[in-house]
């Protein structure tokens, strides 16, 4: 199964690219699996999506959890918070 994947804001910086294709094993999958993907890179993406990071994430543009499932063309988007004002 593949998904795209969106970087936004300081994400993009710290890992130096905007988007990428992942390929999942298996025809079911849930945002953690991608998370723990990301994590088993090391730095930066370790610390960057680590628990207490707080990041947010969407999936095909709607606020998703870890628990979301994802299915094969699904594009997901990893962002910090963002403030305003």
Do not use: C
């Not at 090391?42 to 947010?56: N, V």
Request: glycine share 10%.
């Amino acid at each position: 199964m593949k998904v795209k994947v969106l970087y936004f804001a300081r994400l993009r910086e710290k890992f130096g690219v905007e988007s990428e294709v992942l390929d999942l094993p298996g025809e079911h999958a849930y945002v953690a699996a991608i998370v723990d993907m990301l994590r088993k890179r090391g730095d930066p993406w370790a610390k960057e999506l680590g628990l207490d990071a707080g990041y947010r994430m969407a999936v095909n543009q709607t606020l998703a959890g870890l628990v979301t499932p994802v299915q094969n063309g699904d594009e997901v988007a990893i962002f910090p918070p963002v403030t305003g004002g």
